[in-house]
Structure formats: C-alpha cells, structure tokens
C-alpha cells in the first residue's frame, strides 16, 4: 500500500505545486524588504502584522487564487470557495476574520453573475463584508482571488513553523460532509453548514489559544494531508514519522466513502494539520471532539529532513524536504 501511496504523492500536480513553492518562498524571505511591523509572512495561513509596534493584537491577511478550471465548472461555488478558504487561513492562525476584498475578471456577464452571487453567498455565511476589489468585466480568461483580513491577539497567534521536534502531528477535520459531482476528490463539508454550526465546529481554537497548547497549524490545502504537511515541515525546519496503521478503521468507523489511499489526498475543506506536545494530546482531542471535528493521530515530528510513512510492518520514505529559507 505504501508504494501506491508513493507513487501518487509524486505524481500530484497539486503537491509538486506545493513543492515547487520553497525555493520562491526562500527568494522572497532572503531578499525581499524587511520591516519590523512584519511578525511573520512567509510560508504562514495568514501573515501577521503589527498596526504599531506595541500593538497588543496582530491584523492577519491572507490571499488565495481559485483555479481557471473550478471557475469554469462553478462559477458560483468557485466564488464561495474564495471567501471560506482565506476564512480557514485566518482560524488556522489563532485569529477572527473581518473583511474580504476580491478581483475577479470573466468575459460573460453570466458567468460573472454566478460568481458574484457566490462571494455574496460567502460573505453572509462566514460573517465577512465584501468592502474592496477589481472586477473586469471583458477579459478572456476567468480569474478569481481573495483577500481576508482578520485580528488576534498577540499571545495567541499559531506559526505554521512552530512544530517541535517529539510533537505529535494530528489530522482535525469534519467527517460531516459529501463528494462534489465535479470532482470526487472534493470532499464538501462546507456548503450545507449554517454560519453557526461552521464556527461552532471551530470551538476547539478558541477553547485552547489562551492555553498555548497548539504549536504549529495549517489549513489543510488541495494538495491534502500529504502536501500540507510537506509545507508545514519545511516552514518549520523538520521532518515527520507517519503511522497510517490505523487509519483505515477509522474510515470505515467514521462512514467515510474513501479508501486510504484517496483519503490522503482529498481536498478536506474543513482540515487543520496540528502539532503539540505528546502530554496534551487528550486534553487537544477532548477540545476537539467537543467541537464535533474528529482527531485522527497521525505521528510524531523529528529532526529528520524528510516524511517517513509505516503502515502496520511497511516502512519507506515518502519524500525528503526542501527547507525555507536554505
């Protein structure tokens, strides 16, 4: 099983995407400007600002393109998409969205018509006011991206490079959702959530900030489990043993639709990749349960500078790590 796991994590457009990024990212943190206002940027869900230098909060922003292909398929989903996704990066940092800003371009007033009603959409059910953008409205290629802005304070900000060698690394996400007809490697646990039930199943956040128990969180991307954590290691400097042993009855405990082998490499929606230290781990579950998200531990971090996968007596290396910034 291993091997056919392998082989589709190096055959994944989406991961050699992700892949691809470290040496821009590394670039950017080498020779980009630098201010002092800047916490963190690179490689983060969502960069962290200070609006004054003794500021007792950070603003978060974060930005996100939705593909040509998915705007084309669904318009209006394609424009929903773009308000969840940065809302996601703001929570994956500890924080609480404000406002968005978009910039669409579409050459058929249709079309642009369904992707607005689905930003619209977005905004009401995540609680963002749309209050900038660009729009054109004669382009020939479809174009749509995001911008959140959110806050949190400054205490409780979550690193996606704050893994620490000996953590345990947990996969928290919604069993609660469906395929899309469009794509079966789409898993929706969004679009049939009220704004209520969509925060409520984020509780376990606000539950355990002020207790400084997360060290790393991302957002789990459309590169899933595999090509998160790839990007997650190499912010923070590390590598990661994965015990996939028990994973396939939890699937089928959980009525979920997928073999493992797909499971890992769903776009989630509703997935965060944390780290914490092993003596917090029921005490992060118990949170997290209680926010109805599930917690499926997957391994520990190490100082090696690459992902090593077991399945029961199977042992390979899935992939060695380019680190940012090196």
Request: aromatic share 10%; net charge negative; charged share 20%.
């Amino acid at each position: 099983m291993l091997i056919k796991i392998h082989q589709k994590f190096h055959s994944s457009r989406n991961i050699q995407e992700k892949q691809a990024l470290s040496p821009i990212l590394t670039k950017i943190k080498n020779h980009g400007y630098k201010s002092s206002q800047i916490h963190t940027s690179i490689g983060e869900d969502a960069a962290a600002l200070l609006p004054w230098l003794d500021s007792p909060n950070f603003i978060l922003i974060t930005t996100d393109a939705l593909l040509p292909s998915f705007i084309e398929k669904s318009p209006r989903g394609a424009g929903f998409s773009a308000i969840y996704v940065g809302v996601d990066d703001i929570m994956a940092c500890g924080g609480t969205p404000i406002a968005c800003s978009t910039t669409v371009a579409f050459g058929n007033s249709e079309i642009g018509d369904q992707i607005f009603q689905g930003i619209l959409e977005g905004t009401r059910v995540f609680r963002v006011p749309l209050i900038r953008g660009h729009t054109t409205t004669d382009a020939k290629d479809l174009q749509l991206t995001s911008t959140i802005i959110g806050s949190c304070p400054r205490d409780n900000y979550i690193s996606a490079n704050g893994a620490h060698c000996k953590d345990f690394v947990a996969l928290v996400w919604d069993t609660e959702g469906k395929p899309v007809k469009f794509n079966p490697m789409y898993w929706d646990t969004i679009t049939m959530k009220t704004s209520e039930t969509f925060y409520a199943k984020r509780g376990f956040f606000s539950a355990l900030l002020p207790l400084n128990l997360l060290h790393a969180c991302k957002d789990v991307s459309n590169g899933g489990i595999f090509g998160t954590l790839y990007q997650l290691l190499s912010y923070s400097h590390k590598g990661a043993c994965i015990d996939l042993s028990a994973v396939p009855d939890q699937l089928v405990k959980d009525g979920i639709p997928y073999i493992i082998d797909d499971f890992l490499f769903l776009f989630l929606t509703s997935a965060f990749l944390i780290t914490g230290a092993t003596e917090n781990l029921e005490k992060i579950r118990g949170e997290v349960e209680r926010s109805g998200m599930k917690f499926y531990n997957l391994g520990e971090i190490n100082e090696d500078k690459s992902i090593t996968l077991k399945y029961q007596q199977e042992e390979l290396i899935l992939t060695t790590i380019d680190y940012v910034g090196e």
